[in-house]
């Protein structure tokens, strides 16, 4: 049982050019989203995603687009990339809120991605 | 503006000894906490939660405080180990259980608890 899974782990991109991180869980999760962390700042939500087919903004969503084409799958797209988007992004997953499991978030391992 | 603070950058305890890790928040909308701990490399992982309805959670040899007068709450780590030594957020939901808060957490910046044997 993997979890969720990130890939790729690393990527180094000149200013301007385009990129996609892609997330996988296998436990059939409702909920998705995307994280980016920084130093000093903690975890900070991109976008997010309550099911296949949607999606919504976070708190820094600008520079950032998201699909959720498939259900266990949710791609986070740089078009052109910025310097300021140097960071190391999580990927993440739960179950739908309600009932005893409120909150948890499952996490993948990160991608570090440098942005010249 | 920072809804979830932890102002200490940095902890260190002798093993054995009590870590005391401590949050503050400002949304009074804020009525889930959860403690979460990572590892270099390692996304982060679940270690705590409490609802606003309790002021204690407890399992194992961790325990959260929440006092929602003074929108705190601490994380309490009896006895440390070397092997608790981590990155430990903490972090905050609107809505609670049921509610429409589609699970979003607002992180606090991050501690380094050091642990030394």
């Known amino acids: 049982n993997a979890g969720v899974t990130q890939t790729p782990k690393f990527r180094v991109l000149k200013t301007g050019q385009s990129m996609t991180l892609l997330c996988a869980q296998d436990?059939?999760?409702?909920?998705m989203y995307w994280y980016r962390q920084d130093p000093g700042m903690g975890l900070r939500l991109i976008h997010y995603?309550?099911?296949?087919?949607?999606?919504a903004k976070g708190e820094v969503p600008d520079g950032y687009n998201v699909s959720r084409l498939k259900k266990q799958n949710f791609l986070l797209g740089l078009e052109s990339a910025a310097p300021s988007q140097t960071s190391v992004y999580f990927c993440?997953?739960?179950?739908?809120?309600?009932?005893?499991?409120?909150?948890?978030?499952?996490f993948g391992e990160g991608s570090r991605l440098t942005v010249l | 503006d920072q809804q979830v603070k932890q102002n200490s950058p940095s902890l260190s305890v002798q093993e054995g000894r009590i870590s005391i890790l401590n949050c503050d928040y400002t949304?009074?909308?804020?009525?889930?906490f959860l403690w979460y701990k990572k590892y270099p490399a390692e996304g982060p992982t679940f270690l705590i939660s409490?609802?606003?309805?309790?002021d204690k959670n407890e399992d194992g040899r961790f325990t959260v405080f929440l006092n929602k007068s003074a929108k705190h709450l601490s994380l309490h780590i009896v006895p440390s180990q070397p092997g608790d030594s981590a990155v430990y957020f903490c972090?905050?939901?609107?809505?609670?259980?049921?509610?429409?808060?589609?699970?979003?957490?607002?992180f606090g910046q991050g501690t380094i608890l050091t642990v030394h044997p």
């Open positions: 995603s309550v099911g296949e087919g949607t999606t």
């Open positions: 972090a905050a939901s609107e809505g609670g259980a049921g509610g429409t808060s589609y699970g979003k957490l607002t």
């Open positions: 409490i609802s606003s309805i309790k």
């Open positions: 436990m059939n999760h409702e909920y």
């Open positions: 949304n009074s909308m804020f009525d889930y």
């Open positions: 993440a997953s739960s179950y739908s809120t309600g009932g005893v499991r409120t909150g948890e978030l499952f």
